[in-house]
C-alpha cells in the first residue's frame, strides 16, 4: 500500500505535460550518412554524450573553457548544461577518426562549426560548416578557406595568442598565415564567430577527449606572452 | 482462511499461465485506454488549438477546405491569397465584434548540410500582422523574459527592419532580443531571391499554437517584401454574437464575393475530426476485438483451473464447503485476473502515453499541436470498472460449472 502511495503521485508526474527545456546541443542532422561522406572507410561509429554539469569537473572545465576562448559564453546557447556529441568513427576494430561540433551564435543565427579530428594527434582532420546563415557563408564555406585549418592542432591556437602579440610577423604562427576569406564588412562578426567556433570545439574536445594534453601550450603561452608584456 | 486468500493461492499455484493471462487483460485494458485517451486528448487540443486561433471565422481565397483547415492551424505553405480590398469592405459588417488581416509567406532558410555539394534549404513561416488587431484579438501573447529575453516589445507598424519571433522560432534559430534574422524572399513575379536583414524586437512566449514557429513582422512590409503588396491571406473575424443563424446570415452577406470562403471554426473542428474519424473508429473496433479476446482467455484459464481442480472441489464440498463457497471462490479468482489487469493496464496506457502520441504523430499528421493523448483519472476509473465488470460477467459460467459439481462425482473424475 506503502509503494502504490508512492507510485501514485509518480505516475501523476509524469501526466503532467512536459514544460522544461533542455539547452540545445550540436548534432549531425544524418549522422550514419554523414560520418560515411567524412570517412568513406567507416564501417561503424559511436556517438557519446558529454555534458559539463555532468562530469566531476565539469564546473572547473566551464572556467577554463571561458578563459581558453578568451571571450563570454553565450548566457542561454553556450550555457554549463548545454550536451556536446562525441563521434568515434571506426573501421573493424580501428578508431580511424573522431567529429565534434559546437553552436556559436553568429550574427544571422547560430552557426554549428564541426571538425573531424585524428584520433591520436587531435590534428584538424577537415573543419566544416553544418547550418551557417551569414552574409559571409558562401565564403566561409569554401574549399580553399576551410583546408587552411587542415593539420593545425589546439596548441597552434594557444601559439597563436602569444605570436600575435609578441611576434605577429614570425612564420611560426600557422594560425596567423591563414587568409582570411573575403567577407567584406557584413560578413566580418560571422568569420569571427566561425573562428571562435573552431576553437571552442577544440577546446572542447581536449576535454572530452584527448585529457587536456593541450593544457600545457596554454599556460605557456600565457606565461611568455606575460613576460613578453613584462618587457 | 478466507476466500479472498484461498483465490489468491490458487492463482499462485500456476503462476505461468495466471501471470499470461493477466498480461493478456492489460494489453487489451493497456490499448483501449490508450485509445480513449487518444479520442479525448485529441479533442481538447483541436478545441484548445481553435480557441488559441483568437477568431471565430476566416474569411480567405477559395480553395479546398482540408488546406484551409491545416493553413488555419499549422500556417500551411500552399499559400492563396486575396485582394486586400476585401478587408476593408468586410470590416464595415456590424455584426463585427474585430478583424485583423494577415498575410502569409514562407522565406527561404539555410539548412543544415555538412556536404559540399548540397545546399539544403529550409524555410520560415512569415506573418504580416497589424499589430493592434491581431493583440486584440489574441491578449494572451506576452513576450518572454529573462536572460537574453528582457525588454521584448512589438515593432512599430510602418518598421521594414523589425521582427518579432514565435517561441520555437527563437529555439530553432538561437536568437534572442537585439539578435540579426536573415530571411531570402523571392517576390511575387521574380526569379532572384533576395535576402532581408531583420531586427528582433521581442520574442513571444510559448503559446502551443502555430503562433509559436512563426516570425511575425508588419502586413505592409510582409507584403512588400513578397511583392504583394495589395494580397491578404486570411482575414480573421470574431463576431459580437456568435452561432450557427449568425453565422449563416454572415455567410449570406459574404460569399456574395466571389473570390472568397467564409470558414468557421466549427466546420475547421468538423472537417479535422471528420478526418481522423475513421482512422479512430477502426482503432477502436480492434480495441474492442482486443478486450473480447482478453475475456475469453480469462474465461478459457479459470474454465481449465476449475476442471484440474475438480477432485479437490469434489472434496471441499464433501467436507462441507457450501455452492456458495465454491462460486464465490471461482469468481474472487476471476475477479482478481480482471482487475490486476485492468490496473496494470492502466499504468502501462499512463506511462506509455508519451510513446503512443509520438507514435500516433509519426503516422498521421492531425494539424494541432500540445499533447494529443489525455489519459484522465476518469478515464483510469472508468476503465478499472469495466475491468472489474468484465471479470464479474467472466467469473459467472466457470464458478456456476464448478459450485453445480457433485462431490462424488466430482471426487472420482478428479482420481
Known sequence: MKHIALLLPMLLLLLLPARTFAAIGCTLSNPAQDLKYLYPEMTTYKEELRQLDQMKNGADLFKKLRARLGSDLDPVYESYETPYTVYSIFKGGDLIGIVHGVNVPGKGGVIQVFISAEPGSGEIKSFFFQRIESPAAKALKKKEFREQFNGLTLADFYKHDYFAVAEPTSDKDKVGRIAAPDVGEAGKQDYQASLRGLRKNLVLLDMFVYGLKYEAYYQRSQESLAKSKAK | ?415
Open chain 2, 1 to 415: 482462511m478466507n476466500h479472498i486468500t484461498l483465490a489468491s493461492k490458487n492463482l499462485l499455484r500456476r503462476p505461468v499461465r495466471s501471470f499470461l493471462t493477466v498480461a493478456g487483460v492489460s494489453l487489451a485494458v493497456a490499448v483501449a485506454v490508450s485509445l480513449g485517451g487518444f479520442n479525448l486528448g485529441y479533442r481538447q487540443a483541436l478545441d484548445h488549438s481553435i480557441e488559441r486561433l483568437g477568431f471565430q471565422m476566416m474569411i480567405m481565397a477559395k480553395g479546398c477546405p482540408y488546406e484551409a483547415a491545416t493553413m488555419m492551424l499549422k500556417g500551411g505553405t500552399g499559400l492563396l491569397y486575396l485582394p486586400a480590398e476585401i478587408y476593408g469592405t468586410v470590416k464595415s459588417d456590424e455584426s463585427i465584434l474585430s478583424i485583423t488581416p494577415i498575410f502569409v509567406g514562407v522565406a527561404a532558410k539555410e539548412g543544415s548540410s555538412i556536404r559540399d555539394d548540397e545546399g539544403t534549404k529550409s524555410f520560415s513561416i512569415i506573418s504580416g500582422i497589424d499589430t493592434a488587431s491581431f493583440v486584440t484579438m489574441k491578449p494572451w501573447l506576452q513576450f518572454k523574459t529573462g536572460t537574453g529575453y528582457d525588454g521584448g516589445r512589438w515593432f512599430s507598424q510602418d518598421s521594414t527592419t523589425e521582427i518579432v519571433l514565435g517561441f520555437e522560432a527563437a529555439q530553432y534559430e538561437q536568437r534572442k532580443v537585439g539578435d540579426t534574422f536573415y530571411a531570402t524572399v523571392t517576390p511575387n513575379g521574380q526569379t532572384e531571391a533576395k535576402t532581408h536583414e531583420f531586427k528582433i524586437t521581442g520574442i513571444l512566449d510559448r503559446t502551443g499554437t502555430q503562433d509559436d514557429g512563426t516570425v511575425f513582422m508588419p502586413l505592409k512590409n510582409a507584403q512588400t517584401i513578397f511583392g504583394r503588396p495589395t494580397d491578404l491571406t486570411i482575414i480573421g473575424i470574431k463576431l459580437k454574437k456568435f452561432g450557427a443563424v449568425e453565422l449563416r446570415e454572415f455567410e449570406g452577406r459574404w460569399l456574395k464575393i466571389p473570390e472568397v470562403q467564409v470558414v468557421s471554426l466549427e466546420q475547421v473542428k468538423g472537417t479535422l475530426v471528420s478526418l481522423v474519424g475513421t482512422a479512430q473508429v477502426m482503432i477502436a473496433a480492434v480495441a474492442i476485438i482486443a478486450v473480447i479476446v482478453a475475456v475469453i482467455g480469462v474465461v478459457n484459464t479459470i474454465l481449465m483451473s476449475v476442471y484440474e481442480r475438480t477432485g479437490e472441489i469434489g472434496v471441499m464440498k464433501a467436507i462441507g464447503a457450501y455452492r456458495s463457497d465454491i462460486f464465490k471462490l471461482i469468481w474472487l479468482e476471476t475477479l482478481a485476473v480482471c482487475v490486476t489487469g485492468g490496473v496494470l493496464g492502466c499504468l502501462m496506457a499512463i506511462v506509455g502515453a508519451s510513446l503512443v502520441e509520438a507514435a500516433i504523430r509519426a503516422l498521421i499528421n492531425l494539424g494541432v499541436q500540445g499533447s494529443i493523448v489525455s489519459i484522465t483519472p476518469g478515464l483510469v476509473g472508468g476503465a478499472l470498472i469495466v475491468s472489474i465488470l468484465l471479470g464479474f460477467f467472466a467469473g459467472l459460467y466457470p464458478a456456476w460449472r464448478a459450485a453445480s459439481m457433485r462431490p462424488i462425482e466430482a471426487i472420482r473424475e478428479g482420481e
